[in-house]
């Protein structure tokens, strides 16, 4: 951070915020000018307020020159960070396959969506027992036996399972989920992410509808300052102008997360468009601008899902999708050809 003082400031005034600044344990680099004095703070400027310092009567204007994200900032740790969920690695140069139905709705409907997706390639299971509906009368999922069923197809396919958390009293259920996720409605719930930042388990933390890139890796920071780095970050759609998908699919997101953050991007071509048709052209574009996996909701009968069945594929069409996937893959890197 570099603060830049008024012309004329006189020198007690200059020493008294210097005194200030070495109070919160940061070294101040001063260079005096002609014209202008600049302090820089050096050191890790986290918890300094720009805001308070700005409004000094001496400042004239305050600089940040580090990101605020630090533990997830490519800068300090420049080789991918690669998550292990149960022996599925994610993220430098491994690729994801995440399928399953939206909701858990029954052990049928679970092991039979998970054996499919399986023999397409699929590497892991998700499935929601917690479901954030816009409507409190809409199917709010099968909760804790949700997660029961889940772990009974994890048992018939070896498949690792994800599934969404949505609030910190439902945690001690996840205790035996590989991985779990924290949707897009959630990606800001401080308290949430701080809890989950507690646990050791892989976190697959979802954009929120309508969240900066820089928010989603402040929320990602939330989670490993609490000591659990294993993040996974999943693009699925933003709130914009248009009419006929559910969100719109920011695909650049992918390669800026990959310049900004060591930890690994999927996508989720599913909620971002909620139309099945457009999963396969976005998913094959996903793996094309280089998404370290894809999670894509799959249901056995998509026309009585009880909830995402406009978005959700047959198990015939996901095979499909995954042969086109897979062939892209092994265009881009030709020595990890599926
Ligand atoms: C989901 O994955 O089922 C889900 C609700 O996703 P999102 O949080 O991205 O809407
Ligand atoms: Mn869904």
Redesign the pocket.
């Given at each position: 951070m570099i603060v830049v003082l008024k012309h004329g400031t006189p020198d007690d005034k200059r020493d008294q915020l210097i005194e200030w600044i070495r109070k919160q344990g940061l070294d101040v680099h001063m260079s005096v000018g002609k014209n202008q004095t600049i302090l820089g703070m050096v050191g890790d400027t986290r918890s300094i307020d720009k805001d308070l310092i700005a409004c000094l009567d001496i400042v004239d204007s305050v600089k940040t020159v580090t990101d605020p994200f630090k533990l997830c900032n490519r800068k300090f740790h420049p080789a991918p960070s690669v998550i292990n969920v149960g022996d599925v690695k994610i993220g430098g140069g491994n690729f994801v396959m995440i399928a399953g139905p939206?909701s858990v709705e029954s052990e049928e409907q679970i092991v039979q969506v998970a054996r499919s997706v399986k023999a397409s390639g699929a590497t892991m299971l998700?499935g929601?027992a917690f479901?954030?509906r816009t409507s409190p009368y809409d199917f709010q999922g099968l909760k804790a036996d949700g997660l029961e069923l889940l772990k009974i197809a994890r048992a018939e396919t070896g498949l690792p399972i994800v599934s969404?958390v949505m609030g910190i009293e439902e945690l001690p259920l996840f205790e035996d989920i590989d991985m779990i996720?924290i949707?897009?409605?959630n990606m800001q719930n401080f308290n949430l992410l701080r809890e989950v930042g507690r646990t050791r388990k892989p976190v697959l933390l979802?954009r929120g509808l309508s969240n900066t890139l820089k928010e989603l890796l402040m929320s990602a920071e939330y989670i490993m300052s609490g000591g659990n780095e294993q993040v996974v970050l999943c693009e699925?759609g933003i709130r914009t102008f248009s009419d006929y998908t559910r969100n719109t699919l920011d695909l650049a997101a992918v390669p800026m997360l990959h310049k900004l953050t060591h930890l690994p991007v999927i996508v989720?071509p599913s909620?971002s468009t909620g139309i099945a048709d457009l999963v396969s052209p976005m998913a094959v574009a996903a793996a094309a601008c280089g998404a370290d996996g894809l999670?894509i909701e799959v249901h056995n009968d998509p026309m009585h899902a009880l909830c995402?069945g406009a978005q959700s594929l047959k198990p015939e069409d996901y095979a499909e999708v995954a042969k086109k996937v897979f062939a892209v893959r092994s265009i881009m890197n030709p020595e990890v050809a599926e």
């Open positions: 939206c998700r929601g479901k954030p969404e996720q949707g897009a409605r979802k699925r989720d909620h999670i995402d």
